[in-house]
């Protein structure tokens, strides 16, 4: 019922900047929360950040100063714009959206992941 669409991946180098952004489309009566969360080869997934419906955001310890997370409401986009790139911020990265949706007459709550975009910082 929900798609989010992931972009912006790639390889760059030390130093260097991506922005990543991830379209979420479908029915959706409200957005709780979106974040990214990434996953290098042989470790978990870990949360890098969130932003909620009332744009409190948080941040890894790993990236804070050199990330930034927004959105845009009216196009149900989250973006990670990721400055000062290190080797180690190389993983897969998901984007993650929590969603409030009707099922019959209850509001429930709905969790959904992107299918992840490979970035890779060469050194």
């Not at 479908?26 to 009332?54: C, D, H």
Request: hydrophobic content about 35%.
């Amino acid at each position: 019922q929900v798609q989010l669409v992931e972009s912006g991946g790639g390889l760059v180098q030390a130093g260097g900047s991506l922005r990543l952004s991830c379209v979420a489309s479908g029915r959706i009566f409200s957005i709780n929360y979106m974040g990214w969360y990434r996953q290098a080869p042989g470790k978990q997934r870990e949360l890098v950040t969130t932003i909620t419906s009332v744009g409190v955001t948080n941040y890894a310890d790993s990236v804070k100063g050199r990330f930034i997370i927004s959105r845009d409401d009216a196009k149900n986009t989250v973006y990670l714009q990721m400055n000062s790139l290190e080797p180690e911020d190389t993983a897969v990265y998901y984007c993650n959206v929590g969603v409030s949706n009707w099922y019959e007459a209850s509001l429930r709550h709905y969790d959904y992941w992107g299918q992840g975009t490979q970035v890779t910082v060469a050194s």
